[in-house]
């Protein structure tokens, strides 16, 4: 991101100010990445009340759930930001509703003042409790829900069902040993190129996560399979030798249907990232930091160009042999 330096400093000095001089220059992706940066560095409590603040502002999911995970903090006064920052972010986007939001709102519910109280509550009654909404694939304290990557789909499908399990069985020994949780993280520590799977299948859906790469790696490059297929590219776009150039969030192993992307929307090399992918059928929309850079394109079968993709498989995050960093995992599933 251009000036991002220049931006945190000015943002910690008058968080409002600045942020609003700059609300046309960012998008509200990115104002939580460095809002939530600055949170974390900050222990200034009128800064983290301000980031907070401004988040409800930007109103992403992503907001939302980082006030979430602020309702139990030990300062009173940043529990209540976090708090009425989580109902001005709900009660604006119905469309967030959902079993885990509808799980956290009663704690918010008892630190907002008495109108919003009873504000939340009614919402809280009137809402679809049939609606799973957003489902977080990763706590943030293990791996529970993951597994190892056992060849492809195709191949899989050959095998019985004792030769899976125990290649399964093998598969998720080399996961725990080359992905871990750090600070909650989740973390690619290996030497190879390795992907972290899913344990659940999905067919159409919606995905948010937030990514990085190390700035200290060999070849900084990751990317995001979808229903088993490679991939939403993530790369370090100083590559240019392997045409890392055109950017992040294209659909890279394409060859018919365009594979890159129609913009370049990456932050800089090691600061976070984040998708927003939408599948149906064959195709694929993704946003990066908030742009459009990949409108309803078809994913190619990579593994069978002469079949489509695969109608429901596992979602996975891909490493290739340098550290990289996801959190933030989010899905929901698409009904037609």
């Known amino acids: 991101m251009k000036h991002c330096l220049t931006f945190l400093f000015m943002l910690l000095l008058a968080p409002c100010a600045f942020l609003q001089l700059r609300a046309q220059e960012l998008t509200p992706e990115n104002q939580v990445i460095y809002l939530r940066h600055i949170f974390e560095q900050t222990n200034d409590q009128q800064q983290r009340e301000s980031a907070l603040s401004l988040m409800a502002q930007a109103g992403t999911y992503q907001a939302l759930t980082f006030a979430a995970s602020q309702l139990g903090n030990e300062q009173l006064a940043t529990a209540k930001a976090a708090a009425k920052a989580f109902w001005t972010i709900l009660s604006a986007h119905p469309e967030y509703n959902g079993k885990e939001i509808r799980e956290m709102l009663p704690y918010a519910i008892a630190l907002i003042d008495k109108k919003q109280r009873k504000q939340a509550l009614a919402w809280l009654n009137a809402a679809d409790k049939e609606e799973e909404g957003f489902v977080s694939l990763f706590n943030g304290r293990n791996l529970e829900g993951w597994k190892g990557l056992v060849e492809n789909p195709i191949a899989r499908a050959k095998m019985s069902s004792e030769q899976l399990a125990a290649a399964q069985e093998k598969a998720d020994e080399l996961m725990r040993r080359d992905w871990i949780v750090e600070d909650g993280n989740l973390l690619y520590i290996g030497n190879g190129w ?13 995905l948010l996560v937030d990514w990085k790469l190390d700035p200290n790696g060999k070849e900084p490059d990751a990317g995001v399979y979808l229903r088993g297929a490679p991939q939403v590219q ?11 150039q055109v950017g992040s969030g294209g659909l890279y192993n394409n060859q018919k249907h365009p594979s890159e992307p129609t913009s370049v929307e990456d932050n800089k090399l090691g600061e976070w990232n984040t998708f927003r992918i939408v599948m149906r059928g064959e195709t694929v929309t993704v946003w990066l930091n908030g742009v459009k ?4 394109v078809v994913l190619e079968n990579y593994w069978d160009r002469k079949q489509p993709i695969f109608p429901r ?19 929901k599933e698409l009904k037609n």
């Open 194 to 206: 390795d992907n972290i799977c899913t344990v659940k299948q999905y067919a159409d859906f919606e």
């Open 234 to 244: 993530i790369w370090d776009i100083r590559r240019k030798e392997v045409g890392a």
């Open 293 to 296: 850079v990949v409108d309803n």
């Open 313 to 331: 498989e596992q979602i996975e995050m891909q490493a290739h042999g340098s550290r990289c960093y996801f959190r933030n995992i989010y899905v």
